[in-house]
């Protein structure tokens, strides 16, 4: 396969993407999400053999949102293995990421880590290996990018604590299950601050290299994940990385990503490289409009998918 | 990435699968279904450049049932294209193959056309396009495989029929939404047969390639899909293609697969080659439980699988 | 208690009522029942000591559609007594009269005789005592109301079956749960003639006596139920007679009714009086909107109310 | 209607539902309930024309808990009248009393005041009518009853406090749906202390009696709601008061009644007595079993019922 030509690629998409900027919805629950420009693109691709490639505002700094889910989920999954598995499903969830109709019938399992129910669930499985959980995940993501400064936005998570009550419902419900161990506070404080986590489309692309790169840090040379559990978190990326758009996403794009209402979507080409977009204005299914558009227009320009 | 001895690959999963060949459950709901016995296992992996394996009874007939819904998607999708989504969704179900939930909530249109209502969609449309849709559908099959004695096994359509209420109710409740245009009666007919053609491994593995392939036939190289449009059908096939097991599919195998209540489970690794397992035991999923197994084993073994 | 002057106080109703009759939505699934006139309102009150008051369109025959489900469940009762409600529940539904996801939830089992489903099940039961169950249902309404000329508006029976998909699928769906004895299509065809009797408001009040005489028919003074069933038939009414508005007509109205897409209601004050009114309006609930105003202000204007 | 010789028919009741009693399973979400003896059953009858009956463990107190919501929406109707049912319906629910799927389908409107999400929205109310609401609610039921000496059961509120996840969610989803005005914290904590008053049958019976009275308190003469409303309240009662077993309640029993999970059930015969019944075993649906059971045999021994 020959090697495209990504410069020209990104600048394409970046003219093409344009008159879509005006059309999506940006996220307003809370004031500094709705604060954010709408026009605002940016789109970053990082390859393994060391070639970066940017447009647009990929250099600026957005809320993860998310897109947290999988480095959370990385996090967990180095401690507990597949016995992870036994407290949150890897099924799609058929319906939107904060229905609790689904925890009710499945008992409070949540279908899966990337809905909320689950990474709810997750961050549990965290609280419980560290002191301070949202610390440290702040430091594992410090150390899958490479970037010593990455931080929270302490007002974004803020203002998540004092909105987030469809979130306590979830945490309070599967309490009610047992499927929460830690304090539902301490859950949920450890959670708004992990969604809170604010990087630019350069350092997520930075940051996702491992999962191109079957489990290995490029940055520092260790190995995170076996091979097969670095498969593993592109399966489940997806097939529930997008929301309740997860088979769309595959349709169009066909690559693992995840997506957050900060209006970031991360993908990975196995084996070659990870690539990020931003653009804040969201679709009905709360992911990037333009982004979404943008990873579409990337897979058919490149000729890369996993199919 | 070196060539596998897939010879030596069946032989050492045929080996391990069969303690487990005991432990699944046969499908009783038809009395052709039921009669099969549980320690039948066959395997068969055909590649493009011109390679077979086999092991076991790849060489036996069996049901196909549901592994017909990919090949009507296929046709139907020559005909349609992007249209066909307008009557029927490409996510993940995230509930039971045959569910009238998900259908009242969404006003008649079934998620995926794997689906049971969503096959019977595809169906309708098979419907529309040609005088006799199990019939065409049939000599599809026979194309795609480059078999010509391919047969509906007509006692098994027949008691399908007698039994099918459940399919007759989802039937009429898409009627009721508008979103099915022939004569009930003639789409449950025509749907019956097609998930009454009967197929061995080998022939199911030969019948597959063109999806491996990019979408020409390797029986006789005409495009029967783009680029594109092969990887769009592996997209699908991938979230949707194992009932409300997709997650644990894409996790576990890693391969764009269609399983069938007959026990048979195809797949393909794109660019590579096609595989299809037997085994009429079925785990609490509906999809073979030894097949499963095996192919979980096929993809760590060879180390192929599109993560 | 002192008796109400009837007659003035449906005068006075007639009046309230008439600014409402341009408001409801007349069903217009089929062309029988579309072309009822809107402005159409009657009302009748047969007393058990004889009298009997009607103003407006009361000797108009309407089609009485899901009021014959009272008559078939009495009929189905008189035959089974309390081993129908192995078949049958007897809650209230919470969601709407045709809905297919309770019956999936519950296996097959409606939630009670007035839902269609129910419905659908207590014909069953009556196409397994009778020749012919529709047949029967009319000579039984007849005796109820002593009126011989009775008759299936039969262009209605036709076109209902015709349309009816939906019941067609809750149909088959409850035969999938063995919910179901006699062929589909015999117990569809049953339950639409029964739906397409028609009568008038004076004829309704008159076939309800004998629900309001706790149990005996004064037409003929032949007991039907005893006093106990009776009682229990009201119960089921005012908790299941009114689709999902059965807790707004207890406390608006507070009287046993069943009402029907054709724009009928009736109730029965037990000890008393039976009343119906008709108007082809419907509310959101699809009960008869200006009929339902109209029993409230007849309860609020007598007194009565079971509460 | 000749006067039933209640001395002699509560004692016929003791006698038949003693073999009952080992029968329920007592509530054990708590240890202040599970600690209660199986075999407790008291029943008291209080008529209007001021004759009083008990049989068994009648003067016992036990935790009032669910009965409470019924004392609870008299009052806070008595603030809000009709506008309270902006925030909280009168149907029916369908469903187990502590669902979710309901609230999310109907986006934070309970289904009714007595399954807990609507007694929560109630408990909101009054949050905003009295400084400490639980209190207000406290003196209301002494008022009722016309007993001072009534009191909270302070280690039981605190046990629901400290298990009541499952009402926590139920808050902060409604919450997130704008349908709680008062802090999430204070109008659990008022909940969960009214559901702790402990009061016994006899006292129970004395606090219901406006209800039977229509609407005028008979201990002082006063009226608490007009004659329209009363009948409203118990119209309520009838078609939502015993959870999921409304309809089978209004069948078997015929009256407006309130459950709890304390194992007591209170109920009217308008216009002429309250009833209360109370053992600690409790059916699949959550009601005493031999309470209903006591109850049926009631309504059939006195030939009471609203039917």
Chains 1, 2, 3, 4 share one sequence.
């Not at 396969?1 to 394409?12: E, F, G, N």
């Not at 990474?119 to 959980?133: E, G, I, P, S, Y």
Request: glycine letters at 8%; hydrophobic letters at 45%; aromatic letters at 8%.
């Amino acid at each position: 396969m020959t090697t495209p030509d990504y410069r020209a690629i990104l600048d394409t998409i970046a003219a093409e993407v344009a008159p879509l900027l005006p059309e999506g919805r940006v996220a307003d629950y809370i004031p500094s999400l709705a604060a954010v420009p709408k026009h605002k693109f940016g789109m970053a691709v990082h390859t393994l053999d060391g070639r970066r490639y940017a447009v647009g505002d990929a250099a600026e700094r957005f809320s993860i949102q998310s897109i947290s889910k999988l480095f959370a989920l990385t996090l967990a999954f180095r401690q507990q293995g597949d016995a992870l598995w036994r407290r949150v499903g890897r099924e799609p969830s058929g319906s939107p990421f904060n229905s609790l109709v689904q925890l009710e019938h499945e008992h409070g399992k949540p279908r899966n880590p990337f809905i909320n129910a689950g990474a709810l669930v997750v961050t549990d499985v965290l609280c419980r290996h560290f002191v301070q959980a949202d610390v440290a995940l702040l430091q594992f993501v410090r150390r899958l990018s490479g970037i010593a400064d990455l931080n929270f936005d302490h007002e974004v998570a803020a203002s998540e604590a004092a909105t987030g009550h469809r979130n306590a419902a979830m945490a309070h419900f599967m309490k009610s299950f047992g499927n929460l161990e830690a304090p539902v506070d301490e859950v949920l404080s450890s959670y708004f601050h992990q969604c809170a986590i604010a990087m630019s489309c350069e350092e997520l692309a930075r940051a996702m290299l491992f999962l191109a790169n079957h489990g290995v840090n490029p940055h520092d040379g260790q190995r995170l994940l076996t091979v097969s559990e670095a498969k593993r978190i592109n399966a489940v990326l997806l097939t529930c990385g997008t929301y309740d758009a997860a088979g769309d996403y595959a349709y169009r794009v066909g690559l693992p990503a995840k997506s957050g209402v900060g209006g970031g979507i991360v993908a990975v080409v196995p084996g070659e490289l990870a690539v990020c977009v931003w653009s804040p204005g969201l679709d009905a299914n709360g992911n990037s409009l333009a982004g979404g558009y943008a990873l579409e227009r990337f897979t058919t320009l490149t000729g890369r998918s996993v199919f």
